[in-house]
């Protein structure tokens, strides 16, 4: 259960990820906004909407959003900017592109599931490539960061991969939809597949949050790999949802892979997709459903 002694008063960003480049100052300026936000209403009672089975937005993410944005939007960078609760603001021209999750893990923090989940995801693109990117956890005060070229960082310190794993010894979590209607065939097909002989040690489905994929690479769990599912019908995995964890994690030497052709993804690709810091774990992986 979420921990009502979450430490008080503000976070502040790390200083050297403030000092790493001004695009990451400006990503981890713009995300800590929006986690002062969320920490201030830890156990306070708040309007929920339903979007769709297991859907959900509340007041929290659209004051989250405003406090992300206002940083963006006083940012010298001409970027078009990508927030999943409001409308694209599209600059025509513009080689950059923000995409903000100012609240991922909603379902989470509203029912209170665990201090680890919530988080909010701001990523900087430039020509479709990852430039820059921060993650904040509110809950617990971690922060993941990163920069091409320059390394991935927890709270000052660099990432590195763990040692390989084999699949009948990994833990794979699958991150489902709320909604069954919407479940993939593949996806339904591999979660049975990973749960006989010829599949992996432990299988779970924690409640949907992108920033799982730091777990991968940050050594606080043994979690091996994560699989989306994601349906072109219903979109679950938007590019707001992908584009930090996947920047992350790809310049920490990690892989986003498709789980139906093996080939690296993108923000924007739309279709079920295997997360690690192992890629020949997530070839294994794919290998079941081939």
Known sequence: MQNSLVPPGPLEPPGHGLNLSSEVKTALQAATAGANVIRQWIGRPTGIIEKGVGDLVSEVDKQAERAVLDVLQADPIR????????????????????????????????????????????????????????????LTGEFFYSHAGLGAYKDQQRLALPSPTRLEDAWIDMNQYGNARYETGMF???????????????????????????????????????????????????????????????????????????????????????????????????????
Request: proline share 8%; aromatic share 8%; charged share 20%.
């Open 79 to 138: 970027a078009t900017i990508f927030s999943e609760e409001s409308d694209p603001s599209i600059l025509h021209g513009a080689s950059h592109c923000w995409y903000v999750d100012p609240l991922d893990g909603t379902s989470a923090f509203l029912f209170r599931v665990g201090n680890p989940f919530p988080s909010v995801l701001v990523a900087l693109y430039c020509e479709d490539l990852p430039l820059a990117a921060a993650i904040v956890f509110p």
């Open 188 to 290: 339904a097909y591999l979660r049975n597949k990973l749960r006989t002989s010829q599949g992996a040690k432990l299988v779970t489905s924690f409640p949907p949050h992108s920033g799982v994929a730091m777990r991968l690479v940050d050594g606080t769990t043994g979690l091996s790999a994560v699989v989306h599912d994601n349906n072109s019908e219903n979109v679950k995995q938007a590019p707001w949802d992908i584009a930090a964890p996947q920047a992350i994690l790809l310049e920490a030497g990690g892989c986003f892979l498709s789980l139906r052709t093996g080939e690296p993804l993108g923000p924007k690709d739309c279709e079920p997709m295997v997360v690690s810091a192992d890629r020949e774990l997530a070839r294994q992986i794919i290998d079941l459903v081939c």
